[in-house]
């Protein structure tokens, strides 16, 4: 789905770097998601904005930071991680209208927190 | 009680049979179903989406969903070695922006 696109697709840090994931979409939708995927474990949703607006902050802690300065464009700010952050991050967009909303999600970065 | 429950497999089915996914949700109200798929390494794509009781078909994928007993199935027919991926039922919250999706099924098609 070109429609999300995501950067950078790979990431390794250390637990002292400070660095941001991007995300884009191109569907003119309203509503922005970040989501964590770690093996074996369902998709976590992290944070979602509507509208520029954090509408939802699914108790995560503080050293994942997102922004979202408008409707199409999504950041995670992230700082101090822990070795169990390594995890798939995704970020997804719908159009939300109330009960028929569908996500498209974009392809993901891998990171690694040694 | 999960609020989206899937069946982890894995589930192997022979190449050209049916395939038969079921997820159950806790939520009575939810209002819209969506299945996707996540080939490994990769991003989830939608397949499917169903917000009616009944049965939805687009080609060799069917959707079932029976919100009186709180369940929606994917049936694919057909079954392709292209199809061996894991699959994700979501469910949509009442009143919330957001989706729950269970643990997803893996789906081997042997050929």
């Known amino acids: ?114 | 009680q999960k609020e989206v429950e899937q069946n982890s497999g894995p589930l192997s089915v022979p190449e050209g049979a049916i395939a038969s996914l079921n997820c159950t949700y806790s939520d009575r109200v939810s209002q819209s179903f969506f299945w996707y798929r996540q080939y490994s390494g990769k991003s989830p794509e939608l397949i499917m989406s169903i917000y009616s009781n009944g049965d939805k078909e687009d080609g060799r994928f069917t959707a079932q969903l029976n919100k009186a007993s709180q369940y929606v199935s994917l049936l694919i027919r057909d079954s392709q070695p292209s199809d061996s991926a894991t699959y994700l039922c979501a469910v949509n919250i009442q009143g919330a922006q957001k989706l729950v999706f269970g643990q997803g099924t893996r789906l081997t098609i042997n050929p």
Request: charged share 20%; hydrophobic share 30%; net charge neutral.
């Open chain 1, 1 to 114: 789905e070109t429609g999300v696109t995501q950067t950078p697709r790979h990431l390794v840090m250390g637990m002292t770097n400070k660095k941001s994931l991007k995300c884009e979409q191109h569907l003119g939708h309203n509503a922005m998601y970040w989501y964590k995927q770690s093996a074996k474990k369902p998709l976590e949703l992290m944070f979602v904005y509507n509208f520029k607006e954090q509408t939802e902050n699914n108790s995560v802690p503080s050293r994942f930071s997102p922004e979202c300065p408008n409707s199409s464009h999504l950041f995670l700010h992230l700082h101090t991680l822990q070795p169990e952050d390594s995890a798939l991050y995704l970020c997804a967009s719908s159009r939300w209208t109330s009960g028929e909303e569908t996500q498209y999600f974009g392809p993901g970065t891998r990171l690694l927190v040694l």
